[in-house]
């Protein structure tokens, strides 16, 4: 094994899972070796981190793109990248080449096509890529509508023991919609299909993966009527977990007004009282994973009328300072925000991250958070600046990343 | 013929360019009453000049007016050709819809083209809603919306307003604005540009506005807008004193909407008897083009009393031509409308 720089960081606020203590953390090897008071180690590099917060590097579970500066600059050290690629991670020779690509200061996560090229129809070789390194299985942008195929994708990632990630919107009743219907789209003449298209889509993936034993994990769950849902499959004790994007707990429908393509988003923004259960979801536990969906698109995608532009936002920059805010607004507590960004993504990817633990992975965030900044669609680091939070003051930043104790 | 903006209905709207102060007509959303009513009296001018004998003019002689139509069109596309070449502009269609130009960054690019040529207005159809404010950003021109999506077809409604006041005024029955009016509007609500910009429209004039269609053609939230929302036709009619029937816009329709156009018919078709539940008299309205026997009887769409849909299309030349001359006149100069020379009214 590489040897190293032993790595301590020392007088900071360690977000641990059991809760906020003051101390520092101690690496070697890339394994964190001590939590709270550290004793020396001869020739270790030594970060003071007065005043700030260190936490585990950030897990974000299911990026569209691997964009190393923005997920760098997001203090994301691990990125779960869906199978909606060019070409499509539906062969064990991509997932391989894909799980390699980001090292060695970013770590990838493929998740595999469920279908072969994602059409909803042919199972793909799910043992084959878990092999090559898949940690999961996804359906991609879209929801896979029959749903026989779909018990079988959950009964055999069930057999292999892989988390299924589902998109849920119920392909027949959303068609060609690009908003949620309501008095937006009305007023704006958008294609819009109802918010109880997602709820459809969640109570039938939720009853098949019950069927099957398998683990499901809905990416974006944005709808009160959906949340509901989960909140009842948990309670029954469904192995069933939810994620969420902050543009859904941050922004309603109103955010597309003037045919803004950066709020274009898949699923599209929701109704302010969808806006609100989000949050209180978030609050009570209902939701799992807070993730960025970070899928950079440039002007040739974006700079369309409304409907014909692409979805996706650039979110990888924003998700800690948009997570925060949520903190700030005492909806969670400080290590709840990092159990949603790091230990319950990496639970769910089954990678020994996200948590600060001695013997696991030395992914480490050290993080201002009261820093203020900026989001600004002209100067980010990621691909393309496609942020609906263009302009917006933020707070919280990461000043300090390191990836297996090494500085990302 | 030489409108300068001046207009019999003082205290109307403030003078000058204060009287319509934008540089472009994207949609109705964006205007005042009093803008509405600025437009409709102006083109209240152009109807009478449309039937003289001679109906040539040099308003905007040197200027060149672009209808850029990325949709297939016919008659609101001849009806603005026809408006600027009454007007004396230099008239090029660009029919987009017919060449390879459908979307992407060819979008901006044509814009971009279109200003590179010093176009002095553009009028633009477009299939995606926005469409036409995404090229309104990139030209320095004013911009004119001929429909762009299901979202706004603004000079439609302001040319059914005005055949209805005009229809109206010539029974006796006009009045300083449209209260105490019921305008029913019935058909493809869900898909329809015509619909949503004439909700505005007329509850704009004061009218009461009800929308009638199957479920699955009814968006969600239109009761927000408005207007009352009904599925049940001959409830909707009920006392209504215009029924302004739409046609089923098949080609924005993703899927199956309804089962047959004979049930639409059965349950949405404008009979005679039908509209005997409207008030007595009560006016027939349609965009055109008509589907007959579909959404409207050719028995109804035809009687010479109650049907004003020819009237619609008169109007439509004469409401472009206003709003051709209006939005031109900075450029042209005309005095309150010039920043220069007019006392920077314009804005």
Redesign the interface.
């Known amino acids: 094994m590489k040897t190293q720089q032993p790595l301590i960081i020392t007088n900071g606020r360690l977000i641990t899972p059991d809760g906020l203590i003051d101390g520092g953390v101690a690496c070697e090897n890339g394994i964190i070796t001590e939590i709270g008071d550290i004793s020396g180690i001869e020739g270790a590099e030594t970060i003071d981190a007065r005043g700030q917060l260190i936490g585990p590097g950030l897990v974000d579970l299911g990026v569209f793109a691997i964009d190393k500066p923005a997920l760098h600059f997001g203090g994301i050290t691990r990125a779960a990248l869906m199978p909606d690629q060019t070409p499509i991670l539906d062969l064990p020779s991509r997932v391989s080449y894909i799980a390699k690509s980001g090292k060695p200061d970013l770590w990838v996560h493929p998740l595999a096509a469920a279908t072969r090229e994602l059409a909803g129809a042919d199972l793909a070789e799910f043992a084959l890529m878990r092999d090559a390194g898949a940690r999961g299985i996804a359906t991609g942008r879209n929801w896979i509508a029959d749903s026989g195929v779909m018990l079988r994708v959950l009964q055999y990632a069930a057999m292999l023991d892989l988390v299924v990630v589902s998109h849920a919107e119920d392909s027949g009743i959303a ?2 919609a690009v908003a949620t ?12 299909a ?1 918010a109880e298209a997602e709820a459809l889509a969640v109570a039938r993936d939720i009853a098949l993966a019950e069927m099957a034993g398998a683990r499901l994990h809905i990416r974006q769950v944005t709808t009160a009527a959906a949340l509901d849902l989960v909140r009842a499959a948990k309670a029954r004790g469904a192995r069933v977990t939810a994620g969420v994007t902050p543009a859904h707990f941050m922004l309603s429908d109103l955010a597309t007004g ?2 803004r393509t950066f709020a274009r988003l898949s699923p599209p923004l929701r109704a302010e009282s969808d806006r609100q259960a989000v949050i209180a979801a978030i609050g009570d536990g209902t939701i799992d994973v807070i993730s960025s969906g970070h899928d950079p698109r440039g ?2 995608d974006k ?6 532009a692409e979805p996706g936002m650039a979110g990888a920059e924003t998700l800690l300072a948009t997570t925060l805010t949520l903190v700030r607004d005492e909806v969670i507590a400080m290590d709840r925000a990092f159990a949603l960004l790091c230990t319950n993504p990496a639970q769910l990817l089954g990678v020994n991250a996200g948590r600060l633990i001695v013997g696991a992975e030395a992914d480490i965030a050290i993080v201002d958070p009261d820093k203020p900044w900026i989001a600004s669609s002209a100067k980010m680091a990621a691909r393309a600046g496609n942020t609906p939070f263009d302009g917006q003051p933020m707070q919280g930043r990461v000043t300090h990343l390191y990836k297996g104790g090494v500085k990302a | 013929m030489t409108s300068t903006g001046s207009s019999s209905h003082s205290g109307r709207y403030p003078a000058g360019g204060q009287a319509f102060p934008h540089a472009s007509l994207t949609g109705i959303a964006q205007l005042e009453r009093h803008e509405i009513l600025y437009l409709l009296d102006e083109a209240e001018q152009w109807v009478e000049f449309n039937r003289q004998r001679d109906k040539h003019c040099d308003l905007l002689g040197g200027l060149t007016v672009i209808n850029a139509f990325f949709e297939n069109s016919t008659r609101t596309l001849l009806s603005f050709e026809i408006a600027g070449k009454r007007l004396g502009a230099d008239v090029v269609n660009m029919h987009a819809a017919q060449s390879s130009v459908k979307k992407g960054e060819t979008l901006i690019d044509t814009a971009i083209t279109l200003n590179a040529m010093r176009a002095d207005a553009i009028v633009i159809r477009h299939g995606s809603s926005g469409a036409v404010d995404l090229i309104d950003s990139k030209v320095d021109c004013p911009v004119l919306n001929a429909g762009d999506g299901q979202h706004e077809h603004p000079t439609q409604a302001l040319l059914d307003t005005l055949a209805l006041r005009n229809a109206l005024e010539e029974r006796g029955e006009g009045a300083e604005d449209f209260t105490g009016l019921t305008v029913t509007i019935c058909g493809d609500i869900l898909h329809s540009r015509v619909a949503r910009s004439n909700i505005l429209c007329l509850q704009a004039m004061g009218a009461s506005v009800r929308v009638c269609a199957p479920p699955a053609l009814m968006p969600d939230g239109v009761e927000r807008m408005g207007a009352e929302p009904f599925s049940d036709f001959d409830a909707a009619l009920q006392g209504c004193d215009v029924a302004m029937m739409l046609r089923l816009q098949t080609e924005r329709m993703s899927g199956q909407f309804i089962p047959s156009a004979r049930e639409y018919h059965h349950l949405y078709g404008l009979t005679q008897a039908r509209l005997d539940r409207a008030a007595p008299d009560a006016l027939v309205m349609h965009p055109g083009p008509m589907n007959r026997g579909v959404e409207i009887d050719s028995e109804v769409a035809d009687m010479l009393d109650r049907s004003i849909i020819t009237r619609q299309v008169e109007m439509g030349v004469a409401v472009r031509m206003a709003c051709l001359d209006i939005l031109t006149r900075k450029a042209r100069g005309v005095p309150g409308w010039s920043g220069s020379s007019g006392g920077g009214q314009w804005v």
């Open positions: 068609g060609d219907a309501g008095e937006m789209a009305t007023r704006m003449g958008l294609p819009s109802p003037d045919f002007p040739e700079r369309l009328p409304f409907s014909d």
